[in-house]
């Protein structure tokens, strides 16, 4: 009996200190203020939601409130890191969709195209180019990490074949472009530095590689390789892979910029929605930063009017995602101009761009993973 009385006292009170810290959880979670922004994961947290019949008739407060409570708990950095420990000292190699491959390489997993997407993205430029068929257009797709450097993803892991889904948009698009095979020029690089380790960005090398054999696509004359000398900016980047996974969060790894040997490289970049300007392509100030990749014309923005001192009278459209932040810069030794677009952010058209910037050659740089899974594109060729 007194056995009985002493398990059930111990099992009361084990009740009452959980509840007790269950109040105390809630207590420091209304007390601590809310975060905008987690440095560690790079990326915004959520904040509290506004109550009101509506969204709570819809589900949507609910839902609303599960992210908040989940972005906002104390200690989260604590609690995600003790999860990613546990979950690998059991063996997983996938978390929050990046596999951990050999070496701590991370990858993410290749996109499938949402066919309908696809459709209307491939059909809205191939009007554009039609309607501008006098002018010179380039198509290279990025292939990401987990394609090229397949042989690193870890054991039994499998991901979608990017290659394959390369030809059909190249078979879709025919002669009215200029095709550039990103992915065999890569994959002779493999054994190279070409995609960070902790980013899912390539490195300006693997850029570097890509932009000697796609210069004659563009219509730059003679070889290039020796035009350009490189310099590293920081030595401690560690890339939004890292923030998305939880692993690797101690890797750094070096960021290089490459600059012209010869002639004058003067810029202005104007960010025509920011109405701001600069003299350089490059943002030293993100390199205070956590997404120091944003060094390249200082990361995602609009559009971006890129003057020159070239004595070249072409004009380029770059239509793109953030790939080719680190790729215009080969570009200026060989345009007056180069208009810079992310669908992404741009709520206008490229009729409007055309016409507004005289344009005379056009190229489209993206990831593959982001042009298949982008649903803006479709729109800014259209217009609708």
Partial sequence: ??????????????????????????IVNLIVPDKEISEEE?????????LSLTSVATGDFMEQWERYLSDQFVGRNMWRKLKVGVDRLGGSALENGVYIGDNDQLLEDIA????????????????FLNT????????????????????SLPAFAT???????FSMVERKLGDSVNWVDAYSILNRHKSEKIYYKTDHHWTTQGAFYVFQEAAASLGIEGDVSDDYVSYTVTDSFNGALASKSGVGLDEKEQIDIYVPTSGDDDVIVNYVDEAKKRTSLYDSS????RDKYGVFLGGNTSVVDIKTVSSSQKRLLVVKDSFADCFIPFLTPYYREIVVVDPRYYSGT?????????????????SGNTFFTDNNISGVFSGE
């Fill in 350 to 366: 490229m009729t409007e761009i055309m016409d507004t910037y005289r344009i005379t050659d056009m190229l489209i740089l993206y």
């Fill in 159 to 165: 991901v979608e074949d990017q290659r394959q889904m």
């Fill in 1 to 26: 009996m007194d056995n009985r009385k002493r398990k059930g006292h111990i099992e009361g009170l084990i009740g009452k200190l959980f509840i007790l810290v269950l109040f105390l959880v809630l």
């Fill in 112 to 127: 499938l195209p949402d066919e309908e997407q696809y459709s209307e993205n491939i059909n809205a430029i191939q009007s």
């Fill in 42 to 50: 790079n990326r915004a947290l959520e904040s509290r939601p506004n």
């Fill in 286 to 289: 993100k390199l205070e930063t």
């Fill in 132 to 151: 501008y068929s006098d002018i010179p257009a380039t198509v290279m797709l990025i292939p990401d990490a987990a394609s090229v450097l397949s042989e």
